[in-house]
């Protein structure tokens, strides 16, 4: 099971709870964090975001292939909060299409996964979200 994208999930139903604000900067920094643990666990961890720089990239067409995610979505953004959700938007999609292309990605049952966590952070009422993250 891939932690950080059901962490993200639980940080797009409530940012600000999580972040402090709804942005894409802050955003950036916690998975920045997440990572950098995640590697000091296992240097071999990867994530649901293994590919979503080149997605992004070839999403908003950077040719030079030098720009980050975090800059190519607030630069064709009116704000750090449309920036946030565009970042979530891209995510489902990106994800839906290395779903599609890679069968099983991230070394576990992806249909099960994807599954899961798409019945469980946009299908539950408030009461079931608080009940989750109470666990």
């Known amino acids: 099971m891939d932690y950080l994208y059901i962490e993200l999930q639980k940080i797009r139903m409530r940012p600000t709870m999580f972040l402090g604000e709804k942005s894409v900067e802050c955003l950036y920094y916690f998975i920045l964090g997440y990572s950098a643990r995640a590697f000091q666990i296992?240097?071999?961890?990867?994530?649901?975001?293994?590919?979503?720089?080149?997605?992004?990239?070839?999403?908003?067409?950077?040719?030079?292939?030098?720009?980050?995610?975090?800059?190519?979505?607030?630069?064709?953004?009116?704000?750090?909060e449309e920036a946030f959700d565009i970042f979530f938007e891209l995510l489902s999609k990106y994800v839906k299409n290395k779903l599609q292309t890679d069968g099983t990605p991230y070394n576990f049952n992806a249909e099960k996964w994807y599954a899961e966590c798409q019945m469980k952070y946009e299908a539950l009422t408030e009461q079931e979200i608080r009940k989750y993250m109470e666990e």
């Open 42 to 80: 296992d240097p071999h961890y990867e994530d649901c975001l293994s590919g979503f720089v080149e997605f992004v990239q070839k999403r908003y067409k950077d040719k030079d292939g030098i720009h980050h995610w975090k800059w190519l979505i607030l630069n064709n953004s009116k704000n750090e």
